[in-house]
C-alpha cells in the first residue's frame, strides 16, 4: 500500500488514526491496534510474506531475551551471533540468493561444469530495512545501550510499524523505547505531523513523479541513440527524482509517525549542499549511513588506528552499502565509487578541494554523486559504462533523433526547476526573513494555504493516476 495511493490516504489512514486517537490515552490498547493495522498494511500488498516479517519479529525478540538473560560473556556473543547470522540470512536468502547463482553459474560455465538452476526468488517488500532494524534492537540489547524488551508486542510494533516500515528511516530502539512503553500524541504532534506528510506527499507526486517518465525515457535509449546533453539531462532529472522520491517517503513516515506520537530520526539534511562526499553521507539516507558507520566502520576500525585500516574500513562499509541497496554489481560499482572519493577525501586532494571556495567544492561533490547516479540507474553494467562514454563525449550515430530539447517540455523545465530550488537549504532563512517582515500570523497564512495547494495538486495528479511506486521499495 503506497503512502500516495488513494486506499492508504482516503480508507487506511483516516480510519487508523481515527481509532488511535480514540485509544490514546491507553497506550497498550493503542499499541496493540498499530501492531495489527501495521501487519494489515503489510499484508496489502505482501500477504504471502507476512510470515517473513513475523519470524523477524519473534526471533529477534527472543534474540534479545536470549542476549539478556545469559550469565556468561561465551553466551552472550553466542545470542549475538546467532541473531546477526539469522537475520542476514534472512536478507540474503531472499535478496541475493539468485545474485549468488547467477555468479557462480559464470564461474560453472567457464569450468565447463553444468549451471545450478532456481526458480526467481521474490523479494519481499521493505526487507532491507526491517531486517537492519531488527538486527539494531538485539546489537544494542547486546552493548547495553538499549533495554530489553519483555513483552514481544512491543518489539512487534518496533520492527513492523507501519510508517517506517517499507522503507525507513531505520530508527534505533533506544530512540524510541520511551515512546512506545509511554507516549500521548497532542494536537502540536498531530499538526506538525500532517504538514510533514504534506511536504513529503508534494515532494513524491508532483517533483519526483513528474521527472520519472523523461529519466526512464532517456535511460530507456540505446548509446547509439543518446547525444551528450540528453545523457545528462537524464541522470540530472533521476537526480533530483531520486532525492525527492526518497526524501519525500521520509518526511511522510516521519509525519505519520508523529501523528502517533512518536519522534522518528531526520533521514535527509539538503545532500545537494554537500562540499564533500563525506558530508554528503552525513545528509543522505543518514539513518543507513550512521547504522553502518556505527555497526560496520567503527568495529572495523576499534583498536586499529592506522589510515590503512580506515581505509579498508570505508571500502567494506560502501561494498556492502551498495550491496544493500541491490542483488546488481551496478549498485556495488555505485557504492565503491563513492568509498573511492570519501577515501580520496581523506588525503591532501581534499584539503586542495576545501581551499578552492565553496562554489568549486559543491560543484565537485555534485559532479561526482551525479555521474556515480548512472550505476544507481543503469539496467546492467554495459549500459552505465556505454551512458557515462556518451556522457563524456562520444555523440551516438542516431543521437540526432533524440536531442535534449525533445524531452524538456514547460512541465519538465518547471518541475526540474522547482527540484533543484527545493533541493537547498535556503528555506530556513526565508522563513525567519518572512515572519520578520510580515509577522507570525501572515506567515502562518501563507504557510496553509501553500499546504493546501500542495496537497490539492497532489490529490488532482493521484485522480489522474500519474504516480510511481517509489524507488526505495525495491530495496
Not at 176 to 188: D, G, K, M, T, W
Not at 430 to 448: I, K, P, Q, S
Request: proline letters at 4%.
Amino acid at each position: 500500500m503506497l503512502f500516495s495511493s488513494p486506499t492508504f490516504l482516503v480508507y487506511f489512514l483516516p480510519v487508523v488514526l481515527a481509532v488511535a486517537l480514540l485509544l490514546r490515552h491507553r497506550v497498550g490498547l493503542q499499541n496493540l491496534f498499530l501492531l495489527f493495522a501495521s501487519l494489515f498494511f503489510y499484508a496489502w500488498g505482501e500477504f504471502d510474506h507476512t510470515v517473513v516479517l513475523l519470524a523477524s519479529m519473534f526471533a529477534n525478540y527472543g534474540f534479545g531475551l536470549g542476549v539478556h538473560t545469559s550469565r556468561s560473556p561465551a553466551s552472550r556473543r553466542g545470542w549475538l551471533v546467532l541473531a546477526v547470522v539469522f537475520n542476514l540470512a534472512l536478507l540474503g536468502g531472499f535478496k541475493y540468493a539468485n545474485f549468488l547463482v547467477d555468479n557462480l553459474n559464470v564461474v560453472l560455465a567457464a569450468s565447463g561444469m553444468e549451471p545450478i538452476e532456481i526458480d526467481p526468488v521474490h523479494l519481499p517488500i521493505g526487507i532491507s530495512f526491517f531486517t537492519f532494524q531488527a538486527m539494531t534492537y538485539v546489537i544494542d540489547v547486546y552493548r547495553g545501550d538499549a533495554p530489553v524488551e519483555h513483552n514481544p508486542l512491543r518489539v512487534g510494533l518496533y520492527i513492523a510499524l507501519f510508517p517506517q516500515l517499507i522503507a525507513g528511516p531505520i530508527v534505533r530502539y533506544r530512540a524510541v523505547a520511551i515512546q512506545i512503553r509511554e507516549r500521548l500524541a497532542s494536537v502540536e504532534d498531530l499538526a506538525v505531523g500532517v504538514r510533514r506528510f504534506v511536504v513529503g506527499l508534494g515532494k513524491k507526486v508532483l517533483i519526483a513523479d513528474s521527472l520519472a517518465p523523461t529519466a526512464d525515457a532517456i535511460f530507456a535509449l540505446s548509446s547509439g541513440e543518446l547525444a551528450p546533453a540528453t545523457a545528462w539531462l537524464g541522470v540530472i532529472c533521476f537526480g533530483i527524482q531520486v532525492y525527492f522520491d526518497f526524501s519525500g517517503y521520509s518526511d511522510m513516515a516521519i509525519g505519520l509517525g508523529r501523528m502517533f506520537g512518536f519522534h522518528f530520526p531526520e533521514n535527509f539534511n539538503a545532500p545537494y549542499t554537500s562540499r564533500s562526499l563525506q558530508e554528503f553521507w552525513r545528509r543522505w539516507h543518514m539513518s543507513l549511513s550512521f547504522w553502518f558507520r556505527d555497526y560496520v566502520y567503527v568495529p572495523l576500525v576499534a583498536g586499529r588506528h592506522s589510515a590503512a585500516r580506515g581505509v579498508y574500513a570505508l571500502f567494506v562499509v560502501f561494498f556492502l552499502c551498495g550491496l544493500w541497496h541491490g542483488a546488481n554489481w551496478n549498485f556495488v560499482m555505485w557504492g565503491v565509487v563513492h568509498g573511492a572519493f570519501v577515501a580520496l577525501e581523506r588525503t591532501p586532494f581534499g584539503t586542495f578541494i576545501h581551499g578552492k571556495g565553496r562554489p568549486l567544492a559543491r560543484i565537485y561533490t555534485l559532479f561526482v554523486i551525479f555521474v556515480a547516479f548512472v550505476f544507481f540507474r543503469a539496467s546492467d553494467l554495459p549500459h552505465a559504462l556505454d551512458y557515462l562514454a556518451v556522457m563524456f563525449g562520444r555523440v551516438g550515430e542516431a543521437s540526432a533523433a533524440y536531442p535534449a530539447t525533445l524531452y524538456l517540455d514547460a512541465a519538465v523545465v518547471f518541475w526540474l526547476a522547482a527540484g533543484i530550488a527545493f533541493s537547498g537549504d535556503w528555506m530556513s532563512g526565508f522563513r525567519v526573513n518572512l515572519r520578520g517582515a510580515a509577522g507570525a500570523l501572515r506567515f502562518a497564512a501563507f504557510r496553509y494555504v501553500a499546504l493546501a495547494w500542495v496537497f490539492f495538486a497532489s490529490a488532482v495528479s493521484l485522480v489522474a493516476g500519474t504516480n510511481t511506486p517509489f524507488v526505495y521499495f525495491r530495496f
